[in-house]
């Protein structure tokens, strides 16, 4: 019987030590974390609530000055690429969005799922022929370049976009690209750098890196 309670004298003994050993730990963390320079900023990272986001909704977004940026979208063969597409340039709030070709239009199932909403915001307009939209452009001296892997292409990272101009960006096939046609029409072609072994971005990848890169020089 007294072993027992020896025995288990020691290991509440034990379990204290280790309480209060964490315990110490716990106080010396702290200590270090509020020495650190970025403590205050480390400290209010909390996420926002939807609610806190200050979203427009479609009337305020009709009416919000739009960023001067077209998207030409021609025979974009995936749904979901083509609804991410108009999500991307939501956010960014571009102008206007052509779908040419096989480019499938609103209202679609599938489109909505990636788009989510953004459809009923951003301004869009089919047209079968990429080319008659590329020529009517050019003639509204809006400034048309193709985002391809070309000659004498510009690299993402040294185009400065021109004070006041406006800039439509063709965007092509998942497999074929932009086709040649519209690249000869074209001012020039924007190419995004690549390291690796593929040189090869989903369409809605390379859209959203080049309308950021625009957008940002643009502000």
């Not at 050993?21 to 400290?43: A, Q, S």
């Not at 909704?57 to 974009?76: C, G, M, R, S, Y």
């Not at 509204?140 to 406006?166: H, S």
Request: proline content about 3%.
């Amino acid at each position: 019987m007294i072993a027992k309670v020896r025995k288990s004298r020691t290991i509440s003994r034990a379990r204290t030590r280790t309480i209060f050993n964490f315990e110490n730990k716990l106080k010396l963390t702290h200590r270090l974390i509020v020495k650190l320079p970025h403590f205050p900023y480390f400290c209010h990272m909390r996420k926002l609530a939807n609610a806190e986001l200050e979203r427009k909704n479609i009337n305020e977004f009709k009416e919000a000055q739009k960023t001067p940026i077209i998207v030409i979208l021609d025979d974009i063969r995936s749904l979901h690429n083509i609804g991410s597409v108009f999500r991307t340039s939501d956010a960014f709030l571009i102008e206007k969005i052509y779908l040419c070709g096989i480019t499938a239009t609103p209202p679609n199932k599938e489109i909505h799922k990636t788009a989510l909403g953004a459809t009923e915001t951003v301004t869009w307009e089919y047209a079968k022929d990429v080319l008659e939209v590329v020529n009517q452009l050019k003639q509204e001296n809006v400034k048309v370049y193709a985002v391809e892997q070309t000659e004498n292409a510009i690299m993402l990272d040294d185009f400065q976009p021109e004070t006041n101009a406006k800039y439509a960006l063709i965007f092509g096939n998942e497999v074929k690209g932009v086709s040649q046609e519209a690249i000869n029409l074209s001012d020039g072609v924007i190419e995004i750098p690549q390291l690796g072994s593929k040189h090869s971005l989903n369409i809605s990848v390379s859209a959203g890196i080049v309308i950021w890169d625009l957008f940002q020089k643009m502000k």
